[in-house]
């Protein structure tokens, strides 16, 4: 089913150091969400950068390219 939307199911999360949780950006594949989280922890702050698959028929999990 298209409805002519965009669907953005992965997520790019920040964790601080003081375990508080940011979204960062949605992307449409997992090799995008990726390549940000990997540029933003190269930086080298003691902030985490995870990817994580949202939304529904995400089919998201360990392996899952998008």
């Known amino acids: 089913m298209n409805d002519g939307t ?5 997520l790019v999360v ?7 949780r940011y979204s ?3 992307y449409a594949t997992r090799a995008e ?4 989280a990997d540029s933003l922890d190269s930086r ?6 995870w990817v994580e698959c949202v939304g529904q028929n995400s ?3 360990p392996g899952a390219d998008g």
């Open 33 to 36: 969400a990726q390549k940000m």
């Open 44 to 49: 080298g702050h003691q902030q985490l950068y």
């Open 14 to 20: 920040r964790q601080d150091d003081n375990g508080n």
């Open 6 to 10: 965009i669907t953005l199911p992965w």
């Open 24 to 26: 960062v950006g949605r």
């Open 59 to 61: 089919g998201g999990g």
